[in-house]
């Protein structure tokens, strides 16, 4: 099994794959909706609670006597764990079993998470941020595989739709749960000790509930092996996935860093222009945090449902609803940011209006990635 790729053709032809015993049926759809809710659904929100640590940075920068450049780069030790263990767990995931590799995956995320609490010195918590960004990774990587191997055609654009809303809402979460149990608690450190509970609980039910389904059952095919590097190079020459993934790059780095700095950029406005200094980090991670959960229950199925609802006119409306939504956020969140000094309430608006456009994409991305590297 080792060295192979796989693709589709042909009739499903149920084969083992390394330590995995459970195929789904297609005809279960009720067991598929509850099967999906539980090891999918639920621990992604749960995972992008993991931005705990964003509502509480400022706390952070003053334990640890740093700058924006040295907390910053707590960030960038995330991403760059990430960029690099991602293509490693989805060349793993397709090869043994998914259902190990994402419950491994969120238990080091808790794990990590949970002993950064107790990080005495700056190098041990960038450690700690940098193996949460390897666990997150699986999670991520390989969960939307399962999705699509569960459904297919609309509903699976829906289920991924429900999938990625998890993102702006577990973001929303992890600011409010973070600052709050933070401010609680008068201890930043608890900010993080909150988040791996549902970690736990995630991982129970990736292991007791999830079947791993065969791998391109939902489009009824069976699995033949192809080289590693034809399948770079056929990626190489997809202009859609290559294109899409260059979009949706740009997307990441603005939602990225809205929510790292975020609440800090709003916070020095008014503590540093206004000279309202009785203003607290915490309420203003909470006000964040509320505006990330709502705009992303709005924006992630708002933009699946426009282009569902107009996939059989306009052939090519998923990038398009993509394009809108970032070139309406451009000024949206630029004329934001100029407001932060001076009227907070609209920044406030302006965030969120800019937020919601752009989590338009999270969905009809990962549904146009799917189509478009199709199994032939």
Known sequence: ?????????????????????FTVAASDWKSKLLEYRDTTLLPHIGGYTDLAWSGILEDIKTHYNIGND????????????????APLFGYLGDRYSRKYI???GITLWSLTTLLGSFAN?????????????????SYSTIAPTIISDMFVGQLRSIMLALFY???????????IVGSETARATNQWQWGLRVTPIVGCVAV?????????????????SNLTPTPWKQDIKQL?????????TAGFTCVAFVTGALAWWGPTFIWQGQVLYLGEENVKFSVISYKFGIIAMVSGLIGVPLGSFIAQTLRSRVSNVDPLVCAA?????????YVAMLTARAQVEICYTLMFLGELVLNLNWSIVADMVLVSVSCE
């Open 1 to 21: 099994w080792a060295g192979v790729e796989y693709q589709c053709g042909g009739p499903l032809i149920q084969q083992p794959l390394p330590f995995t015993s």
């Open 70 to 85: 040295r907390s910053g780069l707590l960030q960038t030790a995330f991403v760059l764990s990430y960029m690099v263990f």
């Open 102 to 104: 994402m419950a491994f």
């Open 121 to 137: 010195t700056y190098d041990l918590f960038i450690t700690s941020r940098a193996l949460v960004g390897i666990g997150e990774a």
């Open 165 to 175: 809303f998890a993102i702006p809402v577990g973001s929303g979460l992890g600011y």
């Open 204 to 220: 129970l039910l990736v292991l007791l509930v999830l079947k791993d389904p065969v791998r391109g059952e939902s489009e009824g």
């Open 236 to 244: 190489a020459r997809n202009k859609t996935f290559m294109l899409t």
């Open 325 to 333: 939504g970032m070139l309406i956020s451009t000024p949206l969140l």
